[in-house]
């Protein structure tokens, strides 16, 4: 059973840099890690994701500003939030799948964090 735990969530000002972390356990060869976030009132909405081959993928809204990678001696993968905005502001979740589908949507995962908060405050 994959397990998963996200450190790094705090409060920060616009304009700052955050990085999240998230531990994975029990997880296969073959799997695919991924960064969503919600904001109050909203829908949880994918942010990034990366294969067990190391392939990363992400949200049109977010490219190049919030890079993911992963660190395989710890199992765990990382998301760079670079410049954050008010709009930021959200509870970030991550996420696991077996397989090699670079999935989108939180149908597509099987297993969650608990999700941790990042507030980004004007």
């Known amino acids: 059973q994959v397990q998963l735990v996200e450190f790094g969530g705090g409060l920060v000002q616009a304009g700052d840099s955050l990085s999240l972390s998230c531990a994975a356990s029990g997880t296969s060869t073959s799997y695919v890690l991924a960064w969503f976030r919600q904001g109050a009132g909203k829908e949880r909405a994918f942010v990034a994701g990366?294969?067990?081959?190391?392939?990363?993928y992400y949200a049109d809204s977010v490219r190049a500003r919030l890079p993911i990678s992963r660190d395989n001696g710890r199992n765990t993968f990382n998301l760079q939030m670079h410049s954050l905005k008010f709009g930021a502001t959200a509870v970030y979740y991550c996420?696991?799948?077996?397989?090699?589908?670079?999935?989108?949507?939180?149908?597509?995962?099987?297993?969650w964090g608990q999700g941790i908060q990042v507030t980004v405050s004007s």
């Open positions: 996420a696991a799948r077996m397989g090699i589908i670079r999935s989108r949507t939180p149908n597509g995962f099987a297993s």
């Open positions: 990366i294969t067990s081959s190391g392939v990363s």
